[in-house]
C-alpha cells in the first residue's frame, strides 16, 4: 500500500510565499505529481518530480528528496485565484502507472 | 476543444437503479482512468485502459463495469445504484501507461444516489 500525508488546510496573504508538504511510503515509487483542483472543477497538472532535487515552472517549484519520502510545493506572490486544493499524488509502477492521491492541501488565499 | 469531456455533468438518481457516465477524450491519448472522488475530497483510482484493454482493476465492485468501444472512449456503467456510489467521478487520460507525460482530468460527473 501507500501512505501520503498533507496537512489538510492552509492560509495565507496575497503576496505572500507558502510551502506544502507531503510525505509518502510506497513501494514502486516512480514519480510524485502536483495537482491544483479549483471547488467544483478537474484537477489540473502542476509539476512532476521523479529525480531529488527542485523542478521550478514560474510562481510554482517542487521538491522532492526520494531517501526521506518527503515532497514540498511552493507557490510564491500568492494570488486569490491560488485558493484552491492542491493534491500531491504518487505514482507507482514504471510499465502501469497507476496514481495515488493523498487528501489535499485546501489553500485559502486572504487579501 | 475539449480535452477529456465526460457526460452528464450531474446525475441524481435512486437506489437500485443503473446509469451510465461517458468519457472521451480527443488528445490521442493511449490510456484512460476512471477515479472516483468521495465527500472527503480523496481521489482514488477505479480502472485503467490502454487501447480498449483493461489494465487496472482496484477492486472495485463487480457492480461497476467500465467499456471501451475504442481508445477514445471510456464508459462507466453502474448497476443497483447505492447510497455509498455517491461521489464525483473523474475521468482522465495519459499518453501512455506508464503516465509519464502527466495525466489530463475531465470536469466529472457528480454523481447523487437518493
Known amino acids: 500500500g501507500q501512505n501520503i500525508d498533507q496537512p489538510t488546510e492552509m492560509t495565507a496573504t496575497e503576496g505572500a510565499i507558502v510551502q506544502i508538504n507531503c510525505t509518502y511510503q510506497?513501494?514502486?515509487?516512480?514519480?510524485l505529481f502536483w495537482y491544483q483542483q479549483h471547488a467544483g472543477e478537474a484537477p489540473t497538472f502542476l509539476s512532476y518530480n521523479v529525480l531529488d532535487g527542485l523542478e521550478e515552472k514560474g510562481r510554482f517549484s517542487s521538491f522532492l528528496s526520494r531517501s526521506k519520502g518527503y515532497s514540498y510545493l511552493l507557490l510564491k506572490e500568492l494570488q486569490m485565484k491560488d485558493s484552491a486544493s492542491y493534491l500531491c499524488?504518487?505514482?507507482?509502477?514504471?510499465?502501469?502507472?497507476?496514481?495515488?492521491f493523498g487528501r489535499g492541501t485546501q489553500l485559502t488565499v486572504w487579501p | 476543444d475539449t480535452a477529456v469531456s465526460q457526460t452528464p455533468k450531474y446525475l441524481v438518481t435512486q437506489m437500485g437503479n443503473d446509469k451510465s457516465i461517458k468519457c472521451e477524450q480527443n488528445l490521442g491519448h493511449d490510456t484512460m482512468y476512471w477515479y472516483k472522488q468521495d465527500s472527503k475530497k480523496f481521489l482514488k483510482i477505479m480502472f485503467s485502459y490502454n487501447n480498449k484493454e483493461l489494465i487496472i482493476n482496484e477492486t472495485v465492485p463487480n457492480r461497476f463495469s467500465p467499456k471501451s468501444p475504442d481508445k477514445a472512449h471510456l464508459n462507466l456503467h453502474i448497476n443497483s445504484l447505492e447510497l455509498g456510489d455517491s461521489a464525483v467521478y473523474f475521468c482522465?487520460?495519459?499518453?501512455?501507461?506508464?503516465?509519464?507525460?502527466?495525466?489530463?482530468f475531465g470536469s466529472g460527473t457528480r454523481l447523487t444516489v437518493v
Open positions: 499524488a504518487v505514482r507507482r509502477g514504471s510499465t502501469l502507472g497507476r496514481l495515488y
Open positions: 482522465a487520460s495519459s499518453q501512455d501507461p506508464t503516465g509519464g507525460y502527466g495525466y489530463t
Open positions: 510506497t513501494s514502486g515509487f516512480n514519480g
